[in-house]
């Protein structure tokens, strides 16, 4: 376990004899930075702790990454809140590896999970804006991600991190994934709802674990796949996927390899290549692209303007297409 860290005289306490408001409020008090306040709170056991920020708070007062971690006093659950991510930002253009890191002990304290929540966080070259491991059914609103490398990045430690919640959260032009779960982080039972994922240089969406699932939201024009399965019994609803694999030579949205049990419906999936691609075809090549993957349901879709057709198997069983339940707004072909 790392050591207890303790703030320098820069960014400790502050005092009430300035006007201005405190950059950070917290329960236990008001601080100059976030590492402060997590430092600085009390380790008993009882309570996490609330850290809010206000608009006097300066990013670049911060000694980067912000790292939530337990400790050898424990771990403190924490609910991080901003102002909304118009407004509050955390990390800046010149921080390099992670942004803000979260570390827990895993189910000794899953029923304290930690919040963030109404942030924009930017940075992260060679990280990742959000790095989370050992750190079950966190929640994650609306927070929005535009980083040099992953938007969110979901890691393998001492413990799993399952059962997380991201609503309304939306990945911008991540110089990696949007959102990527390893599989070694045991990430079962994540979920998305309303989330985005837009023009990231890697995937939108890269799911592990099992029973992974994306209600509502988009998948757009990101380098790789729009979303990328490689474990059982994931589901896609009620998405918008247009554009992905603009890096890619076969350009797919949606890619799985032993995606048994997955389940896609009532999605709307465009073929468009509306910005630069680095292949050579003038749409999207299919919509949903599986290998290897059993029990597999794809129902109530619209699509349009794919070069090849809508979905193609290679290995795969017990793939049911209903095809009376699909809608083609052109000449693409179903399978």
């Known amino acids: ?17 300035d006007d201005s408001p405190a950059p950070v409020v917290a329960s236990h008090g008001t601080y100059g930075t976030v590492q402060a306040a997590y430092d600085d709170a009390p380790r008993d056991g009882e309570r996490g702790v609330a850290i809010e920020l206000t608009g006097a708070y300066d990013p670049r007062a911060e000694t980067y990454p912000i790292e939530l971690h337990a400790d050898a ?3 403190v659950p924490v609910a991080l809140r901003g102002l909304g991510p118009s407004v509050t930002q955390i990390g800046h253009d010149d921080v390099e590896g992670d942004v803000l890191s979260i570390r827990g002990e895993g189910p000794a304290g899953y029923s304290y999970p930690y919040t963030i929540e109404s942030l924009r966080i930017r940075g992260g070259d060679g990280g990742a804006g959000l790095a989370v ?3 079950p059914q ?3 609103n609306a927070v929005v991600f535009r980083t040099a490398g992953h ?5 393998e ?16 032009n991540c110089g990696g994934d949007g959102f990527r779960l390893d599989a070694d982080a045991r990430p079962h ?9 837009t023009a990231c240089r890697g995937v939108g969406f890269r799911l592990r674990g099992y ?24 589901s896609i609803r009620d998405a918008y996927v247009e554009g992905n694999g603009r890096r890619e030579e076969h350009p797919v949205e949606v890619y799985g390899h032993g995606a048994h049990g997955l389940s896609v419906s009532g999605c709307y999936f465009h073929g468009a290549t509306p910005r630069r691609c680095w292949h050579d075809r003038d749409r999207v090549l299919r919509a949903v692209n599986l290998h290897d993957s059993r029990g597999v349901t794809i129902r109530e879709c619209v699509y349009r303007g794919y070069d090849d057709r809508f979905f193609r198997g290679f290995g795969c069983e017990q793939v049911e297409l209903d095809e009376g339940t699909h809608v083609a707004l052109d000449d693409t072909d179903l399978a």
């Not at 376990?1 to 400790?12: E, I, L, N, Q």
């Not at 938007?151 to 890691?155: A, D, K, L, P, W």
């Not at 990328?228 to 019994?233: G, K, L, N, Q, T």
């Open 211 to 234: 029973k992974a699932s994306i209600h509502g939201g988009t998948a757009q024009l990101c380098h790789s796949h729009g979303v990328e399965i490689r474990s059982p019994v994931a």
């Open 1 to 17: 376990m790392r050591p207890r860290r303790v703030a320098s005289k820069d960014v400790t306490r502050t005092t009430a004899r």
């Open 138 to 140: 966190g929640m994650v």
């Open 151 to 155: 938007g969110v990045h979901v890691r």
């Open 73 to 75: 006093d424990g771990f």
């Open 157 to 172: 430690g001492d413990h799993g991190s399952y059962g997380t919640t991201f609503t309304n959260a939306q990945a911008w």
């Open 189 to 197: 039972s994540t979920h998305f709802f309303g989330c985005r994922a």
């Open 133 to 135: 491991a050992s750190s």
